[in-house]
């Protein structure tokens, strides 16, 4: 995969705005989720691949024996291909770490890669997920978040599968966020809304995490919580040499307007 890996590209033009691998699902491609991505998180960096399985001629990250029924060494191979995919961008196109945004199959694909590869997302918001190892691993993923996003009357993930799915994030220590739609497994306005809502929540802890990491400004924001969102949003306007993002007069001169 790291030398033919059909993918597409681009650059971030938000500060702020969290990175997003994009995973389409089965019959997609790498311009599948683009339009979405854009929706939910304008600004943020793209990077959308397809997946290299074909199933009757439709794309996929990895085989499957039969409807839910998961070829598990397939799987498992496709996600140390895809991480390392990820790794090698990253030492290519420096960055942060990238928020995986994936569709059913490649919610799956995206679940696996945070329980096979810790360390390598920040965070997933998974789509018509359900559990892609059937005894998965539990490794340390404490302050990972992810937003599951299920639809109530889904056909082709039952209500055990996403349970199971859950219950295996929990149990690594992830920030679990679970949204149930009134849905079957096409996705709905609804959807797009929490998404959008989480990832702007998760833009300005990354704003926040970006002031706290100078030490002339530790202490300037002594309750997070107490910090509307989108009014640190609306205030943003710039960058100073610090690549720290400068708002308000009083913040700028804390921020170092004249540096």
């Given at each position: 995969m790291t030398q033919t890996c059909i993918h597409y590209a681009e650059p971030g033009a938000r500060p702020g705005a969290p990175p997003l691998?994009?995973?389409?699902?089965?019959?997609?491609?790498?311009?599948?989720?683009?339009?979405?991505?854009?929706?939910?998180?304008?600004?943020?960096?793209?990077?959308?691949?397809?997946?290299?399985?074909?199933?009757?001629?439709?794309?996929?990250?990895?085989?499957?024996?039969?409807?839910?029924?998961?070829?598990?060494?397939?799987?498992?191979?496709?996600?140390?291909?895809?991480?390392?995919?990820?790794?090698?961008?990253?030492?290519?196109?420096?960055?942060?770490?990238?928020?995986?945004?994936?569709?059913?199959?490649?919610?799956?694909?995206?679940?696996?890669?945070?329980?096979?590869?810790?360390?390598?997302?920040?965070?997933?918001v998974l789509m018509r997920a359900m559990a892609p190892l059937a005894t998965p691993p539990a490794p340390d993923l404490a302050g990972t978040r992810v937003l599951m996003l299920s639809g109530a009357q889904d056909p082709i993930v039952p209500l055990a599968w996403r349970t199971a799915l859950e219950r295996s994030l929990r149990n690594t220590g992830a920030e679990i966020e679970n949204r149930v739609h009134d849905a079957g497994h096409g996705l709905v306005d609804d959807d797009l809304t929490s998404a959008a809502r989480w990832l702007g929540g998760s833009s300005t802890a990354r704003i926040i995490s970006m002031a706290k990491r100078r030490a002339d400004v530790v202490g300037i924001f002594p309750n997070d919580a107490a910090i509307a969102p989108p009014t640190i949003l609306q205030l943003f306007s710039g960058k100073c040499c610090c690549d720290v993002i400068l708002c308000t007069h009083d913040m700028a001169k804390v921020f170092g307007l004249a540096c």
């Open positions: 691998l994009l995973l389409h699902g089965t019959g997609g491609d790498e311009r599948d989720l683009v339009p979405l991505a854009r929706r939910v998180s304008p600004g943020s960096e793209i990077l959308s691949l397809r997946g290299q399985v074909l199933e009757r001629g439709m794309p996929r990250f990895f085989r499957r024996l039969s409807e839910g029924v998961f070829d598990e060494a397939d799987l498992m191979t496709r996600a140390d291909d895809l991480a390392a995919f990820v790794t090698e961008w990253r030492r290519t196109h420096p960055g942060e770490r990238f928020t995986a945004l994936g569709y059913s199959n490649g919610a799956n694909i995206a679940a696996a890669l945070l329980l096979l590869h810790p360390g390598l997302l920040s965070g997933a």
